[in-house]
């Protein structure tokens, strides 16, 4: 009788097992290069709990929404809250299925050992850009929310033509850190969780007071979605105590 008994409750496990992968399903998501070292250590822990696959396109979200303004189609997009704001404008969002989950800062790096200047002040962060012999951040051409926001505080310094010279651009959707790791600047800005993912850096800080912006992240569901219901799930693991957790070692605050 007990052996009948396991086995069935092997025979249920089973079935439950196969239901379970038969609802799974593959999620494909465009998501910002702000969030990637987060996500990219989620990623493997939410597929394991349903048992969904993500296929992750990253980007900025600058690009990631020009994509989605052009006609491509993605299940779920994290992106900046602006650009999901826009896209719900647009009607490229479903109303009502967006939620932000985190924010950052900006973050000044230089190399893995090379002294820290001092950013405690407007003037002492201005009169470090101006030291440094080339200094690396996201071009403003590509729409980056940093990299607009840093060449705008660059005119506000009134420093953007001395700077200009001795700057240096990773390509689009990269890291402006790599170039500090390679050599070929001294200094680079950038969203801090985007600069804490390198390796061969070390962060000085965030830039003073309003000298630094804070990025908010949202996640929303195209109305086109082949797999909103998963979306949805991603959306809602985001917001749980594990993600806080993995948002806050990678330089981000839940929200």
Known sequence: MKFMTGRVATAAAL?????????????KVFSTIGVQAALEELTPKFEKETGNKLTITWG???????KIQAGESADLLVLTKQGLDELIKGNKVAPGSDASFASSGMGVVVKHGAPKPDIATPESYKQALLKAKAIAYSNPAHGGASGVFFAKSLERMGIADQVKDKTKFPPPSGNAANLVVSGEAELAVQQEPEVMSVSGVDIVGPPPGDLNNITTYSAGVPPDSKEPNGAKALIKFLKTPEAAAVYKARGLKPV
Do not use: D, N, P
């Open 60 to 66: 900025t979200a600058a690009i990631l929404v020009k």
């Open 15 to 27: 079935l439950l097992a196969q239901a379970s992968f038969a609802s799974a399903a593959e999620i």
